[in-house]
T-cell receptor, first 109, second 114 residues
Framework: GEDVEQSLFLSVREGDSSVINCTYT??????LYWYKQEPGAGLQLLTY?????DMKQDQRLTVLLNKKDKHLSLRIADTQTGDSAIYFC?????????FGAGTTVTVRA | EAQVTQNPRYLITVTGKKLTVTCSQN?????MSWYRQDPGLGLRQIYY???????DKGDVPEGYKVSRKEKRNFPLILESPSPNQTSLYFC?????????????FGAGSRLTVL
C-alpha cells in the first residue's frame, strides 16, 4: 500500500509561518489532502490539491506539490494560537485514503 | 446540520465481549469508512464501503467486521475484542462525485479493551 510520511512535531512562534512537509510513495495518487485535528475532535478537511497542480492557495494556506519528488507541503502564514493542532497529510489510491502519522503543531507566544 | 455521528464516544470493555460501534451520516454519501488512530501511526483504514451492500478491506481489517445494509449506516463490529484493539476509532463518509474523496469525520470513539 501507499506510505505517507511526515515529521511528528513542529513548534512555531505566533505570527511566523509554519511549514509542514509530507512525502508519499504512490505516484498514481490523484489528489493529496491536508486535514486538521483539534484536541478531542475528528479530522476536518483543510484543503486538497489535484496532482497536476503544483500550487494552491487558500487565504493563509498554501499547498505546494512536487510530483516528481512526491513531496507535499502546507504553509500556514501568520500562525495563530488557534492553529495549534495535529495536521495530517493524505494521499488517495483508487478509493482508499492513506494518512501520514500526523504533525503536532504547537504555537508559542 | 451535516454530520457523521458515532456511538458510543467512550467504551471500556473486556476481552471477548462482542461490541458494535455505530456510525450514521445524514449527507446521503455513497462512501463510508472506518479508521483507527494510534500514537505515532496516524490513521489506518479498517474497512470501507463504496455503496449499500459493497464493503472492502482496508489496511488493518483483522478482528473487525462491517455491514452496509442502508446508505446512512456503517456499523463496526468487534466479534471478540482483544487488548490490541484498544484505540481511537473514526468513522468518515464522503462522495466521489467531484473526483476528490473529501471526507467528513465523526468525533471519534475511544475504545479500551481490558
Amino acid at each position: 500500500g501507499e506510505d505517507v510520511e511526515q515529521s511528528l512535531f513542529l513548534s512555531v512562534r505566533e505570527g511566523d509561518s509554519s511549514v509542514i512537509n509530507c512525502t508519499y510513495t504512490d505516484s498514481s495518487s490523484t489528489y493529496l489532502y491536508w486535514y486538521k485535528q483539534e484536541p478531542g475532535a475528528g479530522l476536518q478537511l483543510l484543503t486538497y490539491i489535484f496532482s497536476n497542480m503544483d500550487m494552491k492557495q487558500d487565504q493563509r494556506l498554501t499547498v505546494l506539490l512536487n510530483k516528481k519528488d512526491k513531496h507535499l507541503s502546507l504553509r500556514i502564514a501568520d500562525t495563530q494560537t488557534g492553529d495549534s493542532a495535529i495536521y495530517f497529510c493524505a494521499a488517495d489510491n483508487d478509493y482508499k485514503l492513506s494518512f501520514g502519522a500526523g504533525t503536532t503543531v504547537t504555537v508559542r507566544a | 446540520e451535516a454530520q457523521v455521528t458515532q456511538n458510543p464516544r467512550y467504551l471500556i470493555t473486556v476481552t471477548g465481549k462482542k461490541l458494535t460501534v455505530t456510525c450514521s451520516q445524514n449527507m446521503n454519501h455513497e462512501y463510508m469508512s472506518w479508521y483507527r488512530q494510534d500514537p505515532g501511526l496516524g490513521l489506518r483504514q479498517i474497512y470501507y464501503s463504496m455503496n449499500v451492500e459493497v464493503t472492502d478491506k482496508g489496511d488493518v481489517p483483522e478482528g473487525y467486521k462491517v455491514s452496509r445494509k442502508e446508505k446512512r449506516n456503517f456499523p463496526l463490529i468487534l466479534e471478540s475484542p482483544s487488548p490490541n484493539q484498544t484505540s481511537l476509532y473514526f468513522c468518515a463518509s464522503g462522495t466521489m462525485s467531484s473526483g476528490a474523496n473529501v471526507l467528513t469525520f465523526g468525533a471519534g470513539s475511544r475504545l479500551t479493551v481490558l
